[in-house]
Nanobody, 125 residues
């Protein structure tokens, strides 16, 4: 089992940047593919970005492509989401998630096994 704790959320003006981090503890971090998801008020949770166990594979949602970047540091048991050119529609609770993976390159947009509690991002216009 792995425990996930997100940090880095906050209030930012449109056009600004934030960097979210997710710290993992428990079993071997490198055994998990990781992802970021978000849920805006009144909306369903949606996929944002994913990264493979090795970090060599990444996947980004069309809505944030070109603005958000996902990365991981297996030595530090962390995964990060760099968010640039933020828009008011990016306002949401952002979740880190993990999925057991046998592949070092596979990314996942669903079927996550473990979730953090989320960090709130608010983008003002």
């Amino acid at each position: 089992q792995v425990q996930l704790v997100e940090s880095g959320g906050g209030l930012v003006q449109a056009g600004g940047s934030l960097r979210l981090s997710c710290a993992a503890s428990g079993r071997t971090f490198s055994a998990y593919a990781m992802g970021w998801f978000r849920q805006a008020p009144g909306k369903e949770r949606e996929f944002v970005a994913a990264i493979s166990r090795s970090g060599a594979g990444t996947s980004i949602a069309d809505s944030v492509k070109g603005r958000f970047t996902i990365s991981r540091d297996n030595a530090k048991n962390t995964v990060s989401l760099q968010m640039n050119s933020l828009k008011p529609e990016d306002t949401a609770l952002y979740y880190c998630a993990a999925r057991t993976s046998l592949s070092s390159l596979q990314t996942y947009r669903d079927g996550m096994n473990y979730w953090g509690k989320g960090t709130l991002v608010t983008v003002s216009s």
